[in-house]
């Protein structure tokens, strides 16, 4: 079987080489060039499925030559190498048309799994060409099964996974990915860095898994390596950290995204404080539906986390028809009590009801993150800032803004399970301590 072609593209033979004996030790067939010239020239006369090119290079370097290749033949993927990378180059590579972006010094690993998903994505582009149809995307209108209107806006009708002892029934929903690489570029709330991101579609049965620019080491979006909940919800496994994912993991619940690689710079970026340009990145991404099914968490009997009432914060989730999340929240004035109930049915609901809730500070709390190394890129424009009587730098989207804000958390932070959960989360005065916790007491249930 043909497992592809693939142009190695890089100035010192050593790492041509190399790569051309792991490639060929696999099943592929290469070409290789030493300047971005010849690559060129191979390029127009072989049609590779793959061209995988070093940034560094004299003459025509790896983003030309990426810029190239592109223009000639818009089909071909592009895999970009640098031993130098910065999010800078992540992200403009990317922006170009680039596949992926890696990291040298290469390890083996790594360069098959990136050179086997852009053949499969080269693949999936000549196949959709031949029979005159796009590769098949996610619908995302919803659809109803069996009289009842599914949450996920997918068909399925077998029994799935249950919190509690009684039978139960539901709908399983395909596992699924995006359609195509994109990038977002920002700065961290917490640690006030310019930041970005960089998404990528991976297999089934991978899950939501976040990675450095700078090794090929990922942490798995689930609640045993949450390193901390100190106003964000973190990740940590080794020295590989993902801060401030929140956000980001509300979109991904929303859209129902279940296999992901997020390449970051330790901190999501944090952009208008809400989750819509997360929002606008999936769209653009587009999704795919994949052959293997997600099953649901059914919720049957009541799971708590603190005690009812305590000003310390409350969460619980109880069996409930379909996802839903009813929060009441009590702060000081100006904001003072908020109650609101949010049933997730689309993708558009969430998006006109949910994802533009922005973070939100009383004025002497940025003071005291700031004293505590936190909230160094809150920014005018970035999170709604409240003092004793009002609020000091923006229009509110909704008079309860801040509420809907602490339910967009919620959805973020349930997503840790990796599963979508029907049944109903009642909170007040929770936060993203409670949110984890509520989500362990859940896996530990499952057990």
Not at 157 to 171: D, I, L, P, T
Request: one cysteine or more; proline letters at 5%.
């Amino acid at each position: 079987m043909d497992k592809g072609q693939i142009l190695i593209v890089d100035d010192e033979e050593s790492i041509i080489s190399s790569l051309e004996g792991i490639l060929e030790d696999e099943g592929y067939r290469t070409l290789k060039a030493t300047s971005g010239e010849t690559a060129l020239d191979l390029v127009r006369s072989e049609s590779p499925d793959v061209v995988l090119v070093d940034v560094w290079m004299p003459g025509i370097d790896g983003i030309k030559t990426l810029q190239a290749v592109k223009n000639m033949h818009p089909e071909t993927e592009v895999v970009v190498m640098s031993g130098h990378g910065t999010i800078e180059t992540a992200v403009a590579a990317t922006k170009m048309g680039a596949f992926d972006f890696i990291e040298k010094p290469l390890s083996m690993e790594s360069v098959l799994r990136v050179i086997g998903l852009a053949v499969r994505n080269r693949r999936l582009k000549d196949s959709g060409a031949a029979s005159g149809k796009k590769p098949r995307r996610a619908k995302r209108k919803p659809r109803v099964v069996n009289h009842r209107e599914s949450a996920w806006n997918v068909p399925g009708q077998e029994a799935v996974s249950s919190v509690g002892s009684a039978n139960s029934f539901s709908f399983e929903r395909p596992q699924r990915t995006i359609d195509k690489s994109v990038v977002l570029y920002g700065r961290g709330l917490h640690s006030g860095l310019k930041t970005g991101l960089i998404l990528e579609p991976l297999p089934p049965g991978s899950g939501i898994r976040f990675g450095s620019l700078t090794t090929n080491e990922t942490v798995g979006a689930r609640a045993e390596f949450v390193d901390n909940t100190n106003h964000a919800t973190n990740l940590r496994d080794g020295e590989i950290v993902a801060r401030t994912i929140e956000h980001l993991m509300s979109v991904l619940h929303a859209y129902g995204v279940s296999n992901l690689l997020v390449k970051l710079s330790e901190e999501v970026p944090n952009m208008d404080g809400s989750s819509l340009e997360f929002c606008r990145l999936i769209e653009d991404a587009g999704l795919v539906d994949q052959p293997d099914e997600l099953p649901s968490i059914v919720i049957e009997d009541v799971l708590e986390y603190g005690d009812p009432g305590s000003p310390d914060g409350y969460i619980r989730v109880e069996p409930g028809e379909g996802f839903s999340v009813s929060y009441d929240l009590d702060l000081p004035r100006p904001i003072g009590k908020q109650s609101f109930e949010y049933r997730h049915d689309s993708v558009e609901s969430f998006q006109r009801e949910v994802a533009p809730a922005r973070t939100f500070s009383f004025s002497w709390e940025l003071e005291a993150l700031e004293e505590m190394g936190l909230g160094e890129g809150g920014r005018w424009g970035n999170v709604i800032l409240v003092d004793k009587e009002r609020v000091v730098n923006t229009e509110l989207r909704f008079e309860d803004e801040f509420v809907r804000h602490k339910i967009l958390d919620i959805f973020g932070d349930i997503y840790l399970l990796g599963r979508p959960v029907e049944g109903k989360i009642i909170a007040s005065r929770s936060g993203h301590r409670h949110n984890v916790g509520l989500v362990r007491l859940i896996g530990k249930a499952l057990l």
